[in-house]
């Protein structure tokens, strides 16, 4: 009757009173024909998405009629007239129907005709809001029959039909473009100039930090047989953008422990460590960490973004009623994580202590707390009061995450971070840390209480689930660990600290905007994505310089900049060059010149910040 294929199983519907053929609206399957009713109820109370929602409708007494006596058997083929009237009166789908002067309700009556009123009435003059309106569904909208939003299938749904003169037209949206959509997102981007192009960049071992640039757009506008005929339109240009902030990844020891491990165990690692077991050199980094922080344990995990999304989603779910304290500055990885942890939340403005504290003393004691901060914020170059924040949370019971992901390699005086230098590792509970900058290798670690390392490991699936690190990145790792703990790094480290003191310095002397740094990251503001792209593009182009512009997400709107970092293969020469350089192109983009600049990295996006 509903117009739906008759070969479905025979079902029968708990409103009309009348066999009916998959009826979305409380159907009553029963393989055997009608069955017993008590098994076709309690079906009705799973499918329908009145009943579900209304359960009162079932029980005897109020049901309407639908007990013949015993309880135990309500038949749906004796439903009288009124009971039929009474249930259709409570379903938020046949009520206009009932109260249409176009159906006069009998007491056989509730038969095609109805339904024929009900896709009239629902669904002909607002094809959608029949669904989107019908308190039974789902919110957010959801068709019981084609189970989506946008409803493709509507020609499938007794719902999506209307009735002109005893013809039945069926009311089928267009089927959703999700190329224009894709395209319309990638626009969107583009017209704010948020929409980001990457470089294609040859780095060079020997030379570093000289590249091989690729000019991409030339090589896309021209044809096959001109790009065949000559070599691409390529030059070596200087990066002052990476994170490879000592160069280890040039590193001659480095390399050659890599290339051997390489040689003698294979590239790859063999899956998981839930499958492939333990390698000899996972246990070795993961030991050389725990010791170079002072932790009883570590892991190691396939990047700092895995590492920090693993155990923040995992402390979240696994602690009861917990709640976080995160600094309004936290990276994208640990907003990730605590978002995916489901639990309650803070933001605390950027290493502002008495905040912090004033927000912890809002909360029950009682509750676990967990305090998330950076040591070196990488877009502003801020440092956090380590100290501070860890006697603020040991006040009122909150553990404190610390993510050193720009300080370990770089700080103390075994590249063990700024914790280290400040003399505080003991006083903060969980650190996190990457691989893949001042080590110049791959990979992301936790370290910490030993059964909180164990727990990470056996509940996070960002562990559990996904491939180990290759045998020779963890090597390579454990080396350069190991390098940068001696005088190495010692060196090192003086040399990259002195690099980037001279480029503040003369930044600031000519009043090129360097937002206050206290750190190694040089962050000029420039406080417009057009802006900020075109001088990115000028410097590459004009004096084969590259430093990228960073824009939304990376840092909110209006606060646009230049992240510079200069190294120790950087030389004086090259530092006075760059300065240079970068006052032509700041005067020919008619910028002002002027003295350091407040940074704006409390003003957070809504789509940025955790709110």
Same mark, same amino acid.
């Given at each position: 009757?509903?117009g739906?294929?008759?070969? @479905?199983?025979?079902?029968?519907c708990?409103i009309s009173?009348?066999?009916?053929s ?13 069955g017993?009713?008590?098994?076709a ?5 799973r499918?329908c998405?009145f009943?579900?929602r209304n359960p009162?409708?079932?029980?005897g007494g109020?049901?309407?009629?639908l007990?013949?006596?015993d309880p135990?058997?309500?038949v749906m083929?004796r439903?009288q ?14 009520a ?7 159906v006069?309700?009998?007491h ?5 005709a109805?339904?024929?009123?009900a =896709?009239t009435?629902l ?5 959608v809001k029949?669904?989107q309106?019908?308190?039974?569904l789902d ?8 189970n989506?939003i946008q409803?493709?299938?509507a020609?499938?749904?007794p ?13 089928v949206?267009?089927?959703?473009d ?5 395209s319309?997102l990638?626009?969107r981007?583009?017209?704010d100039?948020?929409y980001?192009v990457?470089?294609t960049?040859?780095r060079?071992a020997?030379?570093h ?6 000019d991409q757009?030339?090589q896309?506008?021209k044809?096959?047989?001109e790009?065949?005929?000559g070599?691409?339109?390529d030059k070596?240009?200087e ?5 490879d ?9 480095l390399?050659k ?7 003698k /165990?294979?590239?790859?690692?063999g899956g998981?460590?839930n499958?492939?077991?333990n390698?000899? =050199? !996972? /246990?070795?980094?993961e030991?050389?960490?725990? #010791?170079l922080?002072n ?5 190691i995990?396939?990047?700092?973004f895995?590492a920090?999304d ?6 979240g779910s696994?602690l009861p009623n ?8 936290n990276?994208?990885s640990m907003i @990730? ?5 489901r639990? #309650?939340?803070?933001i ?6 008495? !905040? ?7 909360d029950?004691p009682?509750?676990p707390?967990i305090?998330?901060?950076e040591s070196v914020?990488?877009?502003c ?6 100290? @501070?924040?860890?006697?603020?949370a040991r006040?009122?019971?909150a553990?404190?995450?610390i993510? #050193? ?8 005086k075994?590249?063990?971070g ?10 903060v509970?969980?650190?996190s ?5 001042a080590?110049?290798?791959?990979g992301g ?10 727990v ?6 960002g562990f559990v689930?996904?491939?180990?690190l290759?045998p020779m990145?963890?090597a ?5 660990? /190991? ?13 990259h600290?002195r ?5 503040i310095s ?5 009043g ?5 740094? @206290?750190? =190694? ?11 900020c ?5 000028e410097?590459?182009?004009? !004096?084969?310089m ?6 939304f997400?990376?840092?909110?709107r ?7 970092t ?11 060059r760059f300065v ?6 700041w005067?020919?983009h008619?910028l ?6 407040e940074?704006?990295a409390d003003?957070?996006d809504?789509?940025l910040?955790?709110?």
């Amino acid at each position: 009757l509903c117009g739906w294929d008759k070969t @479905q199983s025979i079902t029968h519907c708990s409103i009309s009173g009348t066999i009916m053929s998959g009826c979305p609206m409380a159907m009553l399957r029963t393989r055997a024909g009608l069955g017993r009713a008590d098994a076709a109820l309690k079906h009705a109370h799973r499918r329908c998405p009145f009943l579900k929602r209304n359960p009162d409708v079932l029980e005897g007494g109020s049901s309407g009629g639908l007990s013949d006596g015993d309880p135990s058997r309500r038949v749906m083929t004796r439903v009288q007239p009124e009971a039929m009237k009474l249930l259709a009166s409570r379903c938020p789908v046949m009520a206009p129907v009932i109260h249409s002067p176009a159906v006069k309700l009998g007491h056989d009556s509730l038969t095609k005709a109805v339904i024929q009123t009900a =896709h009239t009435e629902l669904m002909t003059s607002t094809a959608v809001k029949g669904h989107q309106t019908c308190p039974g569904l789902d919110t957010p909208p959801r068709c019981p029959v084609t189970n989506t939003i946008q409803y493709p299938n509507a020609a499938k749904c007794p719902y999506a039909h209307s009735s002109d003169g005893g013809t039945t037209t069926a009311v089928v949206p267009q089927a959703f473009d999700y190329r224009a959509k894709f395209s319309e997102l990638i626009t969107r981007k583009k017209e704010d100039a948020s929409y980001r192009v990457f470089n294609t960049v040859r780095r060079n071992a020997e030379l570093h930090p000289i590249a091989r640039y690729y000019d991409q757009n030339w090589q896309d506008d021209k044809s096959s047989q001109e790009q065949a005929e000559g070599p691409p339109r390529d030059k070596d240009v200087e990066v002052w953008c990476s994170n490879d902030y000592l160069s280890m990844s040039m590193n001659s020891e480095l390399v050659k422990t890599v290339t051997d491990v390489v040689i003698k /165990e294979g590239v790859g690692s063999g899956g998981t460590r839930n499958i492939s077991g333990n390698n000899y =050199h !996972h /246990e070795k980094l993961e030991k050389e960490l725990a #010791e170079l922080h002072n932790k009883e344990a570590a892991l190691i995990f396939t990047s700092c973004f895995v590492a920090n999304d693993a155990i923040l989603s995992s402390l979240g779910s696994l602690l009861p009623n917990c709640i976080y304290y995160s600094d309004s500055s936290n990276h994208a990885s640990m907003i @990730q994580g605590i978002r995916n942890g489901r639990s #309650e939340k803070r933001i605390f403005r950027h290493n502002d202590v008495a !905040h912090l504290d004033e927000l912890l003393s809002m909360d029950d004691p009682s509750v676990p707390k967990i305090v998330a901060f950076e040591s070196v914020y990488s877009m502003c170059g801020t440092i956090a009061p380590i100290e @501070q924040i860890c006697e603020v949370a040991r006040k009122h019971n909150a553990l404190t995450f610390i993510d #050193e992901v720009h300080a370990v390699g770089l700080y103390g005086k075994t590249g063990a971070g700024v914790a280290e230098r400040d003399g505080l590792m003991d006083h903060v509970d969980i650190l996190s840390g990457t691989l893949a900058k001042a080590y110049g290798t791959l990979g992301g670690y936790i370290a910490g209480p030993r059964e909180l390392v164990d727990v990470v490991r056996s509940y996070a699936p960002g562990f559990v689930f996904t491939s180990s690190l290759p045998p020779m990145i963890a090597a390579g790792a454990t080396k350069s660990i /190991e390098l940068l703990k001696g005088e190495t790094g010692t060196t090192l480290r003086a040399d990259h600290q002195r690099k980037s003191a001279r480029m503040i310095s003369m930044l600031e002397k000519i009043g090129i905007p360097v937002l206050p740094t @206290q750190s =190694h990251i040089v962050p000029v503001a420039v406080g417009d994505a057009r802006i900020c792209k075109s001088i990115s593009d000028e410097l590459l182009r004009e !004096h084969d310089m590259y430093v990228q512009s960073i824009n939304f997400p990376t840092v909110p709107r209006g606060s646009e900049r230049l992240r510079i970092t200069p190294g120790p293969r950087h030389t004086d020469e090259m530092i006075d060059r760059f300065v240079d350089a970068l006052a032509q192109v700041w005067a020919a983009h008619g910028l002002d010149f002027m003295p350091n600049v407040e940074d704006r990295a409390d003003d957070r996006d809504d789509d940025l910040s955790m709110e």
